[in-house]
Nanobody, 116 residues
Framework: QVQLVESGGGLVQAGGSLRLSCTAS????????MGWYRQAPEKPRELVAE???????NYVDSVKGRFTISRDDAKNTVYLQMRSLKPEDTGVYYC??????????WGRGTQVTVSS
């Protein structure tokens, strides 16, 4: 059974930093692309960053240069280092895996709130 557990969110002032973690179980983590998504209030969930099994990364334009996604296959964990945070980064952050063209079950996410 696939399970994804996010952590590391919190309340931070604009310009601050946070590091999110997501630990996966029930999948062969090392072969899966992983992604971080966020959902702002009353907005659809959007992909923020993704990392392929080989380490290739991709970011939405709004976070390029500020966010860094990484993975530790030995720990079945993907990270999102967020710097220079802005109020528009506020939302619930989720991770998920590419399970052959479909998502795994969504976890509870972790709330990130950036105050101005």
């Amino acid at each position: 059974q696939v399970q994804l557990v996010e952590s590391g969110g919190g309340l931070v002032q604009a310009g601050g930093s946070l590091r999110l973690s997501c630990t996966a179980s029930g999948i062969i983590f090392s072969i899966r692309s992983m992604g971080w998504y966020r959902q702002a209030p009353e907005k659809p969930r959007e992909l923020v960053a993704e990392i392929a099994s080989g380490g290739t990364t991709n970011y939405v334009d709004s976070v390029k240069g500020r966010f860094t996604i990484s993975r530790d296959d030995a720990k079945n964990t993907v990270y999102l280092q967020m710097r220079s945070l802005k109020p528009e980064d506020t939302g619930v952050y989720y991770c998920n895996a590419d399970l052959g063209g479909k998502f795994g079950p969504w976890g509870r996410g972790t709330q990130v709130t950036v105050s101005s």
